[in-house]
């Protein structure tokens, strides 16, 4: 399958560029602050670790089934996230998908719990449903991690149901069940406006 289009996404204070080389110090640097908070995700540890990270998901985006960025506040780089999961239906090879998954995000200690994440997270929804017009857009998470559980409730996506015994756990290697969440393109206009409602309330900057 052709890869997509590689978009730099652009709001008022975060920027997802997409990933590359470049940014490999910024996101090591980015995932040093505590590691203690990433329990449950596939976060780079050291600047080969980070280039690593960097290169598996330019061949996923080659093969056409990620679009992988770093994420971008004040001029560096506090995480990363990404398009994953995609697909064309149809028989298509080659054009956006009508099908795609928000995935793989981290940030920084610094700026969790911030408006950052919900930025990040109204650019890409804006694009995947204003620009690709997906027909689907689905995140999933480890059943244990409440927090992620929590901030993809605040999204507005609706729970789908629980896959037990899914996959292995980033966290121990233990097998995982996995919690499935989905937004469809006539429930996209509310979870914006509730977005753009929460970052007018000041919730883009860390000390939001």
Same mark, same amino acid.
């Given at each position: 399958?052709?890869?997509v289009?590689?978009?730099?996404l652009?709001g008022?204070?975060?920027?997802?560029?997409?990933?590359v080389l470049?940014?490999?110090?910024?996101?090591?640097?980015?995932?040093a602050e505590?590691r203690?908070?990433?329990?449950?995700s596939?976060?780079?540890?050291?600047?080969d670790?980070?280039?690593?990270f960097?290169?598996?998901?330019?061949r996923a985006?080659?093969?056409?089934?990620?679009?992988?960025?770093?994420?971008?506040?004040?001029?560096?780089?506090?995480?990363?996230?990404?398009?994953?999961?995609l697909?064309?239906?149809?028989?298509?090879?080659?054009?956006?998908?009508?099908?795609?998954?928000?995935?793989?995000?981290?940030?920084a200690a610094?700026?969790?719990?911030?408006?950052?994440n919900?930025e990040a997270?109204?650019?890409?929804?804006?694009?995947?449903?204003?620009?690709?017009?997906?027909?689907r +857009?689905?995140?999933?998470?480890? %059943?244990?991690?409440?927090?992620? &559980?929590?901030?993809?409730? $605040?999204?507005? /996506?609706? =729970?789908e149901g629980?896959?037990?015994?899914?996959m292995?756990?980033?966290?121990d290697?233990?097998?995982?069940?996995?919690?499935?969440?989905?937004i +469809?393109?006539?429930?996209?206009? %509310?979870?914006?406006?509730r977005? &753009?409602?929460?970052?007018? $309330?000041?919730? /883009?900057s =860390?000390?939001?």
């Amino acid at each position: 399958m052709a890869p997509v289009d590689l978009p730099v996404l652009v709001g008022r204070h975060v920027r997802l560029e997409p990933l590359v080389l470049v940014h490999a110090p910024g996101l090591a640097a980015a995932a040093a602050e505590d590691r203690s908070t990433y329990g449950y995700s596939r976060v780079p540890d050291g600047v080969d670790s980070a280039a690593a990270f960097v290169l598996d998901s330019q061949r996923a985006w080659a093969a056409g089934t990620d679009c992988a960025f770093a994420t971008v506040y004040d001029g560096r780089v506090v995480g990363s996230t990404r398009f994953m999961g995609l697909e064309r239906w149809h028989g298509r090879t080659s054009g956006p998908p009508d099908v795609a998954e928000i995935g793989n995000t981290w940030l920084a200690a610094s700026v969790q719990r911030t408006g950052v994440n919900t930025e990040a997270k109204l650019l890409m929804l804006t694009h995947a449903f204003e620009t690709w017009r997906v027909q689907r +857009l689905f995140l999933k998470t480890d %059943a244990r991690n409440h927090r992620s &559980r929590s901030a993809i409730e $605040r999204l507005g /996506a609706q =729970p789908e149901g629980t896959l037990r015994r899914h996959m292995p756990s980033w966290a121990d290697g233990s097998t995982r069940d996995t919690v499935y969440y989905s937004i +469809l393109p006539e429930e996209w206009p %509310a979870i914006a406006e509730r977005l &753009r409602a929460r970052l007018a $309330r000041g919730h /883009a900057s =860390p000390t939001g």
